[in-house]
């Protein structure tokens, strides 16, 4: 650090040879050696007093903007699809394929496989929707806990949740949680229909008697092999 030219040459030269110090001592201070009266110095922009400042502040900000200016090198690997079995996402970073999963499968529910963005509401849906006996307890107490994380509130109704977290945790308005899931599965045959629509009126029956049907007359039939000798000659003379 540089000092100031009168200081320097103060300390550097011989006693008298250099100006006074601008500093003037108390005149009521008496002959205390370390009692001055401060006096306002005034160094002008590009005085050396301020050299040492100048090439700090101009290191530190060459370095704030070195580090600005580098950005993170992603990974570099080929494009990917998602392992999960049904989805077909393609990623090219492994960044973008960790937030994906997390979004879409970390919180996946193993029942009815919908996805939700945090453990909690999946652990909402379980209890809501597959737990047999929350119906049972929400008709005696309330059941029906605030999504949000952290709020302890419950409800006896999802009406009365939903209307909660859109006054106080500012949701939507639309915002359904208990929505049912549509059905996506193929529509049952015909042949499973149930067997009224071949049902007619009694009037279109017909009529079926009691009695069962004499059985028909069965057809005797003869073999050569069966009938003997004499008869089976006396046939042949005759012309049978």
Same mark, same amino acid.
């Given at each position: 650090?540089?000092?100031?030219?009168?200081?320097?040459?103060?300390?550097?030269?011989?006693?008298?040879?250099?100006?006074?110090?601008?500093?003037?001592?108390?005149?009521?201070?008496?002959?205390?050696?370390?009692?001055?009266?401060?006096?306002?110095?005034?160094?002008?922009?590009?005085?050396?007093?301020?050299?040492? &400042?100048?090439?700090?502040?101009?290191?530190?900000?060459?370095?704030?903007?070195?580090?600005?200016?580098?950005?993170?090198?992603?990974?570099? %690997?080929?494009?990917?699809?998602?392992?999960?079995?049904?989805?077909?996402? %393609?990623?090219?970073?492994?960044?973008?394929?960790?937030?994906?999963?997390?979004?879409?499968?970390?919180?996946?529910?193993?029942?009815?496989?919908?996805?939700?963005?945090?453990?909690?509401?999946?652990?909402?849906?379980?209890?809501?929707?597959?737990?047999?006996?929350?119906?049972?307890?929400?008709?005696?107490?309330?059941?029906?806990?605030?999504? %949000?994380?952290?709020?302890?509130?419950?409800?006896?109704?999802?009406?009365?949740?939903?209307?909660?977290?859109?006054?106080?945790?500012?949701?939507?308005?639309?915002?359904?949680?208990?929505?049912?899931?549509?059905?996506?599965?193929?529509?049952?045959?015909?042949?499973?229909?149930?067997?009224?629509?071949?049902?007619?009126?009694?009037?279109?029956?017909?009529?079926?008697?009691?009695?069962?049907?004499?059985?028909?007359?069965?057809?005797?039939?003869?073999?050569?092999?069966?009938?003997? &000798?004499?008869?089976?000659?006396?046939?042949?003379?005759?012309?049978?």
């Amino acid at each position: 650090m540089l000092l100031p030219t009168a200081l320097y040459s103060r300390l550097a030269g011989a006693p008298g040879a250099a100006e006074p110090l601008p500093v003037e001592r108390n005149p009521a201070a008496g002959a205390a050696p370390f009692l001055f009266t401060p006096r306002l110095v005034r160094f002008p922009r590009d005085h050396e007093f301020f050299e040492d &400042g100048d090439v700090q502040r101009h290191l530190y900000l060459q370095d704030m903007l070195t580090q600005v200016s580098e950005t993170p090198e992603k990974s570099m %690997v080929p494009e990917f699809t998602c392992q999960v079995a049904g989805c077909c996402q %393609v990623f090219a970073a492994l960044e973008d394929y960790q937030h994906h999963y997390h979004m879409s499968h970390g919180n996946t529910c193993s029942l009815c496989s919908r996805a939700f963005p945090s453990g909690h509401l999946l652990d909402v849906h379980i209890l809501e929707w597959h737990d047999s006996l929350f119906q049972i307890l929400a008709q005696r107490q309330d059941m029906y806990q605030c999504l %949000v994380e952290g709020c302890p509130e419950k409800f006896r109704t999802s009406q009365d949740r939903k209307d909660h977290m859109v006054r106080l945790h500012l949701y939507p308005a639309d915002f359904r949680f208990d929505k049912p899931k549509t059905n996506r599965g193929p529509a049952m045959p015909a042949a499973a229909d149930p067997p009224a629509r071949a049902l007619k009126d009694d009037s279109d029956a017909m009529e079926i008697c009691s009695e069962p049907a004499a059985p028909p007359p069965c057809r005797r039939t003869y073999s050569h092999s069966c009938l003997p &000798g004499a008869i089976f000659h006396s046939c042949l003379d005759i012309g049978l």
